[in-house]
T-cell receptor
Framework: RKEVEQDPGPFNVPEGATVAFNCTYS??????FFWYRQDCRKEPKLLMS???SGNEDGRFTAQLNRASQYISLLIRDSKLSDSATYLC??????????FGAGTQVVVTP | DADVTQTPRNRITKTGKRIMLECSQT?????MYWYRQDPGLGLRLIYY???????NKGEISDGYSVSRQAQAKFSLSLESAIPNQTALYFC?????????????FGPGTRLTVT
């Protein structure tokens, strides 16, 4: 079983709609959680960290559920430029990062 | 100028050849990482280094070796390349002093082993 699992998608989303997807992790001792964005085989870039109480950054909302060991990302008012692969990343106590395989989002006009 | 650079950006090599991928950073970070990315598998950690004298194996280190020549440089070597090492390779850095633990990635090296 992979340590970090994501639905690969693609999630096809009309422009202006809302899309949400989850990521599950297996290590209950995981310390930090992140969403990264990756465009077309380019380098991943940090989208946002995920805090225990949930957090928002503009149109993006991230949630953490430690009891069920998943994190989620919600994108409101989707833009064409949101089309990308979203990587779930989990950091263990020792500073090593585990990456999910990514969820592809395609925003259509 | 990019903060994390990788050379070469693309490389085609033959089975059995030794090759080296290089990573340099100007961010002053102490931690450096090498990952490979394959379709459907996400990024997998090959080696990581938390400072110049610290080298650790990741989940898929077999067939690879690394050298941390200085805080700013971290090289990945394939001693005898094989076709299943064809992948996209990323170097990344992070700063142990940053609470955010953000990783910063280089642009990647696309390696093809024929």
């Amino acid at each position: 079983r992979k340590e970090v699992e994501q639905d690969p998608g693609p999630f096809n989303v009309p422009e202006g709609a809302t899309v949400a997807f989850n990521c599950t992790y297996s290590n209950s001792a995981s310390q930090s959680f992140f969403w990264y964005r990756q465009d077309c085989r380019k380098e991943p870039k940090l989208l946002m960290s995920v805090y225990s109480s949930g957090n928002e950054d503009g149109r993006f909302t991230a949630q953490l559920n430690r009891a069920s060991q998943y994190i989620s990302l919600l994108i409101r008012d989707s833009k064409l430029s949101d089309s990308a692969t979203y990587l779930c990343v989990v950091n263990d106590f020792w500073g090593k990062f585990q990456f999910g395989a990514g969820t592809q989002v395609v925003v259509t006009p | 100028d990019a903060d994390v650079t990788q050379t070469p950006r693309n490389r085609i090599t033959k089975t059995g050849k030794r090759i080296m991928l290089e990573c340099s950073q100007t961010k002053g970070h102490d931690r450096m990482y090498w990952y490979r990315q394959d379709p459907g598998l996400g990024l997998r950690l090959i080696y990581y280094s938390f400072d110049v004298k610290d080298i650790n194996k990741g989940e898929i280190s077999d067939g690879y070796s690394v050298s941390r020549q200085a805080q700013a440089k971290f090289s990945l070597s394939l001693e005898s390349a094989i076709p299943n090492q064809t992948a996209l390779y990323f170097c990344a850095t992070s700063d142990s002093r940053e609470r955010s633990y953000e990783q910063y990635f280089g642009p990647g090296t696309r390696l093809t082993v024929t």
